[in-house]
């Protein structure tokens, strides 16, 4: 069977047992903060095991893309040694939300391995908690596993995401690949479950039942689910029949274009270790990049920038010592672009990330092994033999350098690498890259309370794309991260309503502001919160009486403050159009903030966009605003959405049906914020700049509305007294100005010549006062009326003079004093005189500091009544240092 049959075939299975086949979701986890990377098939389901969401299926299927580079799941250094470790790969699912549990999980895995795969029964064992005897009697009730082919284990069969989260024990099914595969040669050695190769997993069925918080203590959740995953990669070289994930057609025509393009044949045995790393990255960074992680120097972008420093240096093994590993995109989509979609009209983006990666890296690797040189050199000089794990780690951290390249490069010159130190550098960034994605304030105790308060009273039902103002009841009020039955006057509260017409922060839009009154309480909302899908927690401060829950209140938004929320997010839809049409279609919103008079869009691009592209995107723009179509919205299927050309983002989590916003036909996007019924209500947009603000993301901040006509009256006005300074038109304004500025610099070439001819004419008086020093001139003077260019001039020009001596300028600018030194290339072979020695000397005298070359250095204090004593001594720092 080929993998694309394969994945076919199961997802083929669970549909016709009633399973709903859903897209993969994004390598960005949604709504998740705790996690860099999506990096199992639950991962966009934790709302539904939490309590906190919910779908309108029970049953579904899917493969997800999943990395596993950082944390507690983590691959990296096993990749291209291991013959089944992947920084990416699919994982096949299959899960259950409170319908079936164990005896169903359990059948259905068997019947798909046995019955339409045809995998030998023989070959199978299972694994199971050592707690959990159910698991064990339907091993054997609703299987015809063999007898004795169940075994037990404590932490390998209970699962849990993380450090904190859903989690419950699991059941595993294994393949026994035959004696012949087992790696270890001990006669004492029993093949077995979690102790031989030999034996791997293929299934991992685990049966969710708890959430575990910060504190480590187990909590049952609201339901029992079932959730599986199934390494789609390692099951296809077992039903292919072959030892190594390498083997599959997953990797094969990858490997190949790579010794196609390296002239590096490939091999199966450690000689082909590079080839398999670069196979791997490259489909990581391919669906990373494509999922809108750009390379940067934190988060996310961090680990991918290492990733794909790591194939460059992989690539230098094979002699590429050019960009070569973006045209494996190219592979990459051809294999997996049916599959996954998304990645199509982002195939040329991803591409020139990439190839602008590469080159930026090539560009300093050559420091890189610099450094692990002279650290060589320096343990050989010192008749040592380890190089210290701190500096593996430096070079592994700042340059990319793998642990396993730095180790066979350092075994070249007879030098092994302190492991330990290397791990504990490594467990030490761990522990900050774990201590900067916290989830800010801790949000544990809150999560809990959101699903209790969404298990009993339900979801709050959003009024507000049609009311500004509603009656509703109160069915929950938190204080801190307490539920309690009342609260008074000056204190801060969270208001859970049935119904609410205040919008929750979301999708980049600010949540709403208003006021919340009860017949006995006035409180004003000050924001509104979204922790759930369908949940909105209103966060005020009572300024009037006392509010008890399960009260009935009026609820009114701050309608004003919305409409100009609502003209920017409408703005952000024709600015993303503008973007694409200016730009190319590969531009996608990389993030956003919406609020009342002003945007931020964050968007994918791979260099500065233009001043002539941003006014074509500026005038586009409004261009739309003065057609005023109408703004329309439909709810609709997901991929029917799509199918109409609807905008989907990265890193957002859509349900089955979805709200899509259309504004004409060049406009449409999924959304779920305000907007304006018709595009002429924006009035004007005013571009303010755009940035980068990470590698391959670029921000447009604008304003729009009343805000952005302000601005454009500020401007304006403020141009018109600039015109009438000059006493002339507006229009002609800049030309007056530029002319201005040409006559200063004019002025400011002819004072830096008088200058210069000054200086020039002091230069015999300091020729013929110049000191003797054991054989050859000193020349120390202080200048006015002259800059640091000019007194490095006018050293090189006394240098030639006097032919053989130091020269030691200085002048006094504003409050700061400069320093020149120079020395004639003379003294510094025979007499070892340096330049940079000798400012350092003389700028310590006047509380400053200086350095530089041999034959010249410069350096600077902001103490200038220090300068003269300073320039007294330098005939005696000049004499010390002969």
């Known amino acids: 069977m080929t993998s694309d049959e394969i994945r076919s075939s199961f997802l083929d299975y669970f549909r016709k047992q009633g399973h709903t086949i859903v897209p993969s979701a994004s390598l960005i986890p949604a709504d998740d903060p705790t996690l860099l990377f999506t990096n199992a098939g639950m991962n966009q389901f934790k709302d539904v095991f939490l309590g906190i969401g919910r779908r309108d299926y029970k049953r579904v299927a899917d493969t997800q893309k999943c990395m596993r580079v950082s944390g507690k799941h983590n691959d990296l250094e096993d990749v291209g040694y291991s013959r089944s470790h992947q920084t990416f790969f699919e994982m096949l699912g299959n899960w259950s939300f409170g319908d079936y549990y164990k005896r169903e999980a359990i059948a259905f895995a068997w019947e798909l391995v046995t019955e339409i795969w045809k995998i030998p029964k023989e070959r199978l064992w299972a694994s199971v908690h050592v707690s959990d005897d159910e698991a064990e009697k339907l091993w054997y009730e609703v299987t015809d596993l063999f007898a004795g082919r169940v075994r037990r284990f404590d932490k390998d069969n209970f699962w849990e995401m993380g450090e904190t989260g859903p989690c419950g024990p699991c059941s595993e099914l294994f393949i026994d690949l035959g004696p012949e595969v087992c790696p270890t040669p001990d006669a004492a050695h029993e093949c077995g479950i979690n102790t031989c190769d030999r034996f791997v ?49 997953l990797f094969v025509p990858i490997l190949e274009a ?37 390379p940067s120097n934190e988060g996310r972008g961090y680990v991918i920038r290492r990733i794909l420093r790591r194939a460059v240096l992989y690539g230098k093994r094979l002699g590429m010592d050019e960009p070569f590993i973006y045209q494996l995109v190219d592979e990459v989509v051809n294999l997996l672009g049916h599959v996954f979609p998304d990645m199509l009209p982002r195939r040329d983006f ?25 650290s060589l050199d320096e343990l050989e000089a010192q008749d040592q033999s380890v190089l210290p794990g701190r500096r593996a780690f430096e070079l592994y951290d700042t340059f990319g350098f793998p642990l396993d390249l730095t180790q066979i490069l350092a075994r070249e010159r007879q030098v092994t690498v302190d492991e330990d130190g290397f791990e504990e550098s490594m467990s030490q960034q761990r522990e900050r890259s774990r201590a900067d994605w916290k989830v800010a304030g801790g949000d544990d105790k809150s ?3 959101y699903a209790e308060i969404v298990k009993e009273f339900g979801e709050t039902e959003f009024l507000g794309y049609d009311h500004t103002h509603a009656e509703a009841d109160i069915i929950a009020l938190i204080r801190g991260d307490e539920l309690v039955s009342s609260v008074h006057e000056g204190e801060a509260v969270s208001v859970i309503l049935n119904r609410t017409p205040f919008y929750g922060e979301s999708g980049g839009q600010v949540g709403d502001t208003g006021v919340i009154e009860s017949e006995n309480a006035k409180l004003k909302v000050v924001d509104t919160a979204k922790p759930a899908p369908n949940l909105f927690v209103h966060k005020c401060e009572v300024i009037a009486g006392e509010l008890v829950a399960q009260a009935t209140v009026e609820t009114q938004i701050d309608a004003e403050r919305r409409q100009h ?38 968007f994918t691009h791979y260099e500065a966009v233009t001043p002539e592209q941003l006014h074509d995107i500026e005038r586009i ?37 979805v ?17 304006v019924r018709a595009a002429g209500e924006i009035g004007l947009v005013k571009i303010l700049h755009e940035s980068s603000i990470a590698a391959g993301v670029r921000r447009v901040e604008a304003l729009t509305g009343a805000d952005a006509y302000q601005q454009s009256r500020s401007e304006d006005d403020t141009l018109a007294a600039i015109a009438n300074m000059f006493k002339t038109q507006k229009h002609l304004a800049p030309e007056r100005v530029e002319k201005l500025l040409q006559s200063h610099r004019e002025l400011e070439r002819r004072m830096r010549e008088l200058q210069g001819k000054l200086a020039q004419s002091q230069t015999s008086d300091l020729v013929q006062n110049a000191a003797a020093v054991n054989g050859f001139r000193v020349i120390a003077a202080s200048l006015e009326n002259t800059d640091r260019n000019g007194l490095r001039h006018l050293v090189d020009d006394l240098k030639n003079r006097i032919g053989s001596g130091v020269v030691v300028l200085a002048t006094a600018i504003g409050t700061e004093a400069a320093f020149v030194v120079g020395v004639t290339p003379d003294l510094v072979k025979s007499r070892g005189l340096q330049a940079g020695k000798i400012i350092r000397e003389i700028t310590r005298l006047a509380d400053g500091r200086g350095g530089g070359r041999p034959e010249l250095a410069q350096g600077g204090s902001r103490n200038p009544g220090k300068m003269k004593s300073a320039i007294d001594a330098v005939v005696n720092i000049v004499a010390n240092q002969v």
Not at 634 to 651: M, N, S, V
Request: charged share 25%.
């Open 201 to 249: 997993e293929l299934w991992n069925l685990v049966f969710i039942q708890y959430n575990r918080d910060v504190e480590g203590v187990l909590h049952p959740l609201p339901e029992k689910h079932v959730d599986t995953g199934m390494g789609f990669e390692r099951m296809v070289s077992v039903l292919q029949g072959v030892d190594s994930n390498y083997k599959t057609d």
């Open 258 to 294: 790579i010794s196609n393009m390296t002239n590096q044949a490939y091999f199966n045995d450690e000689r082909g270790v590079p080839h398999r790393v670069i196979a791997d990255h490259i489909r990581c960074l391919t669906f990373a990049i494509g999922d809108g992680v750009m």
């Open 350 to 374: 991803i591409k020139r990330i990439i190839q602008g990666e590469e080159g930026r890296f090539h560009q300093t690797l050559d420091r890189g092994l610099e450094i692990l040189t002279n």
């Open 447 to 449: 999560e809990a309370i």
């Open 565 to 602: 929320i609502a003209v920017s997010h409408t703005a952000t839809h024709i600015l993303h159009h503008a973007l694409r049409t200016v730009l190319g279609t590969y531009v996608s919103q990389a993030g956003s903030l919406v609020e009342s008079g002003r945007l931020r869009f964050d």
């Open 621 to 657: 723009v409004n261009d739309s605003v003065r057609l005023n179509n109408s703004v329309e919205t439909d709810y609709l299927p997901l991929q029917a959405a799509k199918d109409r050309g609807a905008l989907a983002f990265f890193g957002d989590k859509y349900g089955d049906m």
């Open 659 to 675: 709200r899509m916003v259309q504004i004409s036909e060049y406009s449409k996007e999924l959304c779920g914020g305000t907007h």
